[in-house]
Every structure is written in C-alpha cells, then in structure tokens.
C-alpha cells in the first residue's frame, strides 16, 4: 500500500456545532442516511489483527486473543468484537463452486467453530472481504460477483462484523459508491437475517496513492456512507503493520473531523485503528485515544493485546475516556479557534457538559488555554473533571493546562453548583527562555550543551475565584545540573492572577549527550481543600553531542533529531537503503536520504562557518512510476530561513552554500511542495560543514 504523507487539516466548523446545534446535509445525502440500520448507537469497540498480527494468525492466535480480551478486562471495558483481518483466506481464496475457503492450515476446522468459540466467551466475531474482484498479485480477496453469495456465508458462519477494503476495488477501476451500496444492500438481505455491521474501509488517497479522482477517495465517502453503513474510513491506514507514527495519527484525525456533521447514533467516521506500543510513546498513545474518543470513533485496538503493558491495559479502560467516546449523543468533536501547534477541541456531551481536548501538536511542552464561553457553556463558576487524572477543580471559566509535547488534557466541564471546589490552577511548564545570551524559540525543544547556563521561568497562575496561599515552586533538573532561585514567592495568588517564578540552571562542562528533563514541582494552600502539589516536565530538553570539527561530511556527524515522511532517514543512501544517493545520474558517495516531509537537526553550537552541497529527487523515483516526487528544501539555523530551493523535481538538483557563522541548531527540512508526499525521495547530497 502506498503511504499518505502530509496533513490535512480539517476546515472551521461553526461554533454553533459544539454548541449543539446540528449542520445539516444536502437533501439527497439527509435521505440517504434513513437507510442505514442502527446496530450500534454508540461506536463499536473490539480489536483487529491488521497492525499487530499482520496476516500471521491461526484459530489458536484468535483463541489467545479472545481469552486475553476477557482475562485483562479489555471486553469489560467494551472491546468485545474480534475482527479477522486480511490473512484468513485460502490461497486460493474461492473454491470451484463460489465458496470463500478459509486457509486449511490456519483454520482446520474451519470458521464457524471458532465464531462459536468467540461467541461462547461473550464476545463478537468480525471478518474481512474486499468490494473488488479477487485480483491474483494486487489484493489477497475479494467479494465482486459475489456479494450476496458471501454476505449469506458470514451470517452462516455467524460473524457479527464484516470489514469491506478496496484493493480490489481500487484495482479493478470501480465506483467505490456503487459497489458499497450493493454490498451493503447483500448485507441487510442475507439469508440468515443476522444483524453485521458494515465498516466501508476505502482507504484510497490522492496524490499520495496516485492521481485519483475525488469520487474514489476516502474523502468522499462520508457523502453516502451514513446511508449505508455503520462506518466508513475518511483516510488511508494510519501506519505500517508494526509501525504507526504520532505524525500520521494527526493526519488521519484531521482527515476525520472534516465532517461532523454525518455523525449520528448508529453511524460513525473511523480514523482506524488504536495503535498502542507499536511505534509511538505512552503519550503519543494517549493522545491518539482522547482523540479518537472525542471524535465518537470506533475503538479498535490493532496491536497484540496479549502483549501489551499493564499501563496501556488502564488507558484502553479507562472509564471517564471510554465514557466520553460512547457518550449517547453520539456527536463528534470540532476544533474552536484556528489549526495550530495548539488546539482546542470540544465535543458536545448527552447531558449538556462539553469534552474539552487540550491538544500539543508540537515538539516541546506547552501551556494551552481557552474558555467556558469558547466551548458553548455560560455561567461563572465551572467544574473540570480531568478525564485521565480524575481531579476535579473548579474555575472561573478559564480551561487550562499544562500539556506534554504530543500529548493533550482532556476535560469534562459542566456548570458549577454546591460548596466551592479546589480552585483549578494552572502550574506551568518550566520554560527556557535563553541558552546563555541567545533567546531561546518559543515552542522548541531547548538544545543545550555542556557548560551551558539556562534561563528558565515557571508561571502558576489561579483559574479559580477563592485565592491559594503559599505558593511555591522548586526545579530539578539532570544529574548534576545546577539550579538558583531568582525569585522571592508570593503571599498568595489571587483568582484569576498569576505569579511567575524564574531560575538559572548550570549544566556541568561534562554533561553526556542525550535527553534530559526539567520538573518544576508547584505546591500551594486552598481555604477548604489543603495542601495541593502539581508537577510539570519539560521534556525532552537535548543535551547535544559536540559539534563538527574540521571540513566533514554533515551526514558523518551525529544528529540530534531525524524524521522521515516514511520509513526514517537513510545515511548515504536515498530512503529506504539499498540504493546510493544518485541525482541525474551522478552518484555521491555521501549524504542523506528522505521522504517529504522531514526535517534532520544538527548542534553546531556557533563552530561552524559554511554549508555547501546538492539537494535533489532520487533518480530511484523512476523506477516507481511518473507521478510525485517534487519537494523543497530548506538551510534553517536558529529558527532563521538561510538557503530555500523553491520547488525541486526529478530533473533539476540545485547545488547550495550557506553561510553558518554563529549559527548554533541546524535543521535540513524537505516539504512536499504543496503536492503530498508520494514518490518524493528526496537527499542531501554531499552535504559538507567547515567548521
């Protein structure tokens, strides 16, 4: 499968969404959408061999995992369909009569003794077809031709779910809505009269796949599959078998959340699977399910979860998250205010309350705030119940927190009634403001080195309407590092009012590369809830190697930091490995290779005087096709433009040479020149510091 590179961002939905009120359809879409049974009011929840399992899996595999889904609580909590990915078929996938053949080898006995044995654990049973014909060397199955054929054999099987891809259909050059529709229609009609569910999964993109039209796409799907089903995929896969991206996680809820306003009871836009410890950090994680929770999306989980970690067992169970996702509304989140590094989204919950996300796209934690008034609530004291913390503050109406690089705060705010509660209070990340002399880039992770001192400051500030007394804040940094206070502390902060702390923290000469944090620990009195302590981390601050000595080969020098629109950066190859770095022919013997977008960071901490090399598309694009593979290129030092190549294609490499003196963080960054990602194979040949 081709990858989708690049974000889309869903466009402004009227406030008066979240609010309440509902955006209606065009009228033949608002017809269509009567259609549709309602199998399930709120979005359903199991799990699916595709991104843990692959097509690796037999009978017992299943059997484990639907043990495994009843021992570690996951089917309490709600997971309760198994889904039979692709993999479950018989090399020759149909027999001579027109029967679908499960693998022999898989599947001795068969599927309808293993749905059994799902349904005897109280679980449900889900399979997996394709809307196209069975295409030999492009999709694995297919159902064209046979839809009511195979709709009549999943109820005799006994299956629950039925997941229709578009491989085939893709492949075959079908209308992805009148294959849908009919398949949906066998569906409804199958002789066994047993209620499936109906997940249209098109993943087709453009240009990331190639060059299709729009009515082809996943994008458009949401245009009649509310009439039809009680799912449709918006975007593309959100990752590889095994390999799943917290960058490509924003994408495909950006793709999502561009039309909520077809989300009803019974009928849902599915971003794809949950991905836990399959590429992405806890907090990557964690923001993926507040995400997709507030987006009313099915919770499908995609790894092994006989594998997973007791930590990720109590974020898929979470009850407070899980409950904001189920909520019987059934309405998903739009964004107030505009797309950012920041954003605030909010759902609409049954009982009037908002689900309020907090949401850090960026590299480096960050202070995000909005309003009870932003998010439709009005009045003048507000309860916020942290969804995943379970602290309940009260606030004058602002809704703030301190939020991790890629993570987010979810909140459920409701009118305030009764005593008082804990005021809600703000404490602040610990920011860096300077590295020695140099201001440091709002928003960025701080790159430090041995020896440096830092200036750093930590706002704490009352949301709340009584006053907190004795603030104070204390910070700690790496081992070895050195912390004075600049500040005296406050008597006490009154609501609404803000107090900011600020320190010098000294790194020692001989502080190792790597990553390290800063904690401020925040303690505070309130009139009838006593002591309270908050902590915040900034995280990660890079503790760099040390820069480049001499005229060197830059992709010979450690990085700090790499990214790569697929895959990761490859050292004096293009991306992927195996190929050298080739432009127009010449190949050179260094330099680094990527796929839009990517950006490649360097520590030269002033130590440098002169960049010089040749940015180009890898001739290895032609060997993939003639569409994509445009890109820019930029020099950045220090958050400052120095060399932009403008748009690059497969013909015409530019030579570069730029001036670095003072410079001390160096990013190479290649953008997929307003085009999408696909075939852009893009490098930085002989890329040469002086220093």
């Given at each position: 499968m081709r990858?989708?590179?690049?974000?889309?961002?869903?466009?402004?939905?009227?406030?008066?969404?979240?609010?309440?009120?509902?955006?209606?359809?065009?009228?033949?879409?608002?017809?269509?959408?009567?259609?549709?049974?309602?199998?399930?009011?709120?979005?359903?929840?199991?799990?699916?061999?595709?991104?843990?399992?692959?097509?690796?899996?037999?009978?017992?595999?299943?059997?484990?995992?639907?043990?495994?889904?009843?021992?570690?609580?996951?089917?309490?909590?709600?997971?309760?369909?198994?889904?039979?990915?692709?993999?479950?078929?018989?090399?020759?996938?149909?027999?001579?009569?027109?029967?679908?053949?499960?693998?022999?080898?898989?599947?001795p006995n068969g599927l309808k003794p293993l749905v059994d044995y799902i349904h005897s654990k109280g679980l449900k049973a889900g399979i997996y077809t394709d809307a196209g014909p069975?295409?030999?060397?492009?999709?694995?199955?297919?159902?064209?031709?046979?839809?009511?054929?195979?709709?009549?054999?999943?109820?005799?099987?006994?299956?629950?779910?039925?997941?229709?891809?578009?491989?085939?259909?893709?492949?075959?050059?079908?209308?992805?809505?009148?294959?849908?529709?009919?398949?949906?229609?066998?569906?409804?009609?199958?002789?066994?009269?047993?209620?499936m569910i109906f997940n249209l999964c098109n993943p087709v993109t453009s240009p990331d796949w190639g060059n299709y039209p729009e009515s082809q796409q996943s994008i458009n799907s949401w245009s009649y599959a509310p009439g039809i089903a009680q799912s449709w995929r918006t975007y593309t896969d959100v990752g590889f078998q095994g390999d799943i991206k917290f960058k490509d996680v924003l994408r495909n809820y950006d793709a999502n959340a561009r039309h909520p306003e077809v989300v009803k009871p019974g009928a849902f836009s599915d971003p794809d699977y949950l991905a836990p410890e399959l590429g992405m950090s806890d907090e990557e994680f964690r923001t993926q399910l507040t995400l997709w929770a507030v987006a009313a999306a099915p919770l499908v989980v995609g790894s092994d979860v006989r594998k997973l970690s007791a930590t990720t067992i109590g974020m898929l169970t979470d009850p407070d998250v899980i409950?904001?996702?189920?909520?019987?509304?059934?309405?998903?989140?739009?964004?107030?205010?505009?797309?950012?590094?920041t954003e605030t989204w909010v759902k609409r919950l049954a009982d009037g309350s908002r689900a309020v996300v907090l949401l850090n796209r960026g590299d480096s934690a960050q202070t995000v705030t909005t309003t009870a008034a932003a998010v439709g609530l009005h009045g003048?004291?507000?309860?916020?119940?942290?969804?995943?913390?379970?602290?309940?503050?009260?606030?004058?109406?602002?809704?703030?927190?301190?939020?991790?690089?890629?993570?987010?705060?979810?909140?459920?705010?409701?009118?305030?009634?009764?005593?008082?509660?804990?005021?809600?209070?703000?404490?602040?990340?610990?920011?860096?403001?300077?590295?020695?002399?140099?201001?440091?880039?709002?928003?960025?992770?701080?790159?430090?080195?041995?020896?440096?001192?830092?200036?750093?400051?930590?706002a704490v500030r009352n949301d709340g309407l009584q006053p907190i007394f004795n603030p104070a804040v204390t910070v700690a940094g790496g081992a070895g590092w050195t912390v004075k206070s600049l500040s005296k502390a406050p008597i006490l902060i009154e609501g609404g009012k803000q107090a900011t702390y600020a320190f010098t923290v000294k790194l020692p000469a001989g502080a190792p590369p790597g990553t390290a944090s800063l904690t401020a620990t925040t303690t505070y009195r309130t009139i009838l809830n006593g002591v309270q302590r908050q902590t915040t981390v900034l995280s990660p601050v890079v503790v760099a190697p040390a820069p480049p000595s001499g005229t060197v080969p830059l992709s010979h020098h450690d990085w700090i930091t790499a990214t790569s629109g697929w895959m990761t950066p490859t050292i004096d190859e293009s991306v992927g490995g195996g190929n050298p770095i080739k432009l127009t022919g010449t190949?050179?013997?260094?330099?680094?290779?990527?796929?839009?977008?990517?950006?490649?960071?360097?520590?030269?901490?002033?130590?440098?005087?002169?960049?010089?090399?040749?940015?180009?598309?890898?001739?290895?694009?032609?060997?993939?096709?003639?569409?994509?593979?445009?890109?820019?290129?930029?020099?950045?030092?220090?958050?400052?433009?120095?060399?932009?190549?403008?748009?690059?294609?497969?013909?015409?490499?530019?030579?570069?040479?730029?001036?670095?003196?003072?410079?001390?963080?160096?990013?190479?960054?290649?953008?997929?020149?307003?085009?999408?990602?696909?075939?852009?194979?893009?490098?930085?040949?002989?890329?040469?510091?002086?220093?």
């Open positions: 990858r989708p590179l690049g974000r889309l961002l869903g466009g402004v939905v009227a406030l008066a969404l979240a609010a309440g009120a509902i955006a209606t359809t065009s009228t033949g879409a608002a017809a269509a959408q009567a259609t549709a049974p309602v199998l399930s009011p709120t979005p359903y929840m199991g799990w699916n061999t595709y991104y843990g399992l692959g097509g690796d899996f037999t009978e017992d595999t299943i059997k484990s995992v639907a043990d495994s889904l009843v021992s570690r609580g996951l089917a309490k909590a709600g997971y309760d369909i198994v889904w039979l990915d692709g993999g479950w078929q018989a090399d020759q996938s149909r027999s001579d009569a027109g029967d679908l053949v499960p693998n022999p080898a898989k599947f069975y295409i030999p060397g492009k999709c694995g199955l297919g159902s064209g031709g046979h839809y009511q054929h195979d709709a009549d054999t999943f109820a005799a099987w006994g299956f629950d779910a039925v997941k229709v891809d578009y491989l085939c259909g893709i492949a075959a050059n079908l209308d992805p809505k009148t294959v849908y529709t009919e398949f949906a229609q066998a569906l409804r009609n199958n002789a066994s009269h047993r209620p409950a904001i996702d189920q909520d019987k509304a059934a309405v998903q989140a739009v964004r107030v205010g505009a797309a950012g590094t003048d004291r507000f309860t916020l119940k942290n969804a995943w913390t379970n602290k309940v503050t009260e606030s004058g109406g602002v809704i703030s927190a301190a939020v991790p690089a890629h993570g987010t705060a979810l909140f459920r705010v409701q009118t305030a009634r009764g005593v008082p509660g804990a005021p809600h209070v703000t404490a602040g990340i610990p920011q860096v403001t300077k590295v020695g002399a140099d201001a440091q880039p709002a928003g960025a992770a701080p790159v430090v080195a041995g020896g440096d001192e830092l200036t750093v400051q930590v190949t050179y013997p260094t330099g680094i290779g990527v796929a839009s977008p990517s950006q490649v960071q360097y520590y030269l901490g002033k130590a440098c005087s002169r960049l010089t090399g040749t940015v180009g598309i890898d001739d290895v694009v032609s060997t993939v096709g003639p569409d994509g593979g445009t890109s820019t290129f930029q020099v950045v030092g220090d958050g400052k433009v120095l060399y932009d190549s403008g748009i690059v294609d497969r013909f015409t490499p530019k030579q570069f040479d730029v001036d670095l003196t003072g410079v001390r963080v160096l990013n190479l960054v290649v953008g997929d020149a307003g085009d999408g990602g696909y075939n852009d194979r893009a490098d930085w040949a002989a890329p040469t510091a002086t220093c």
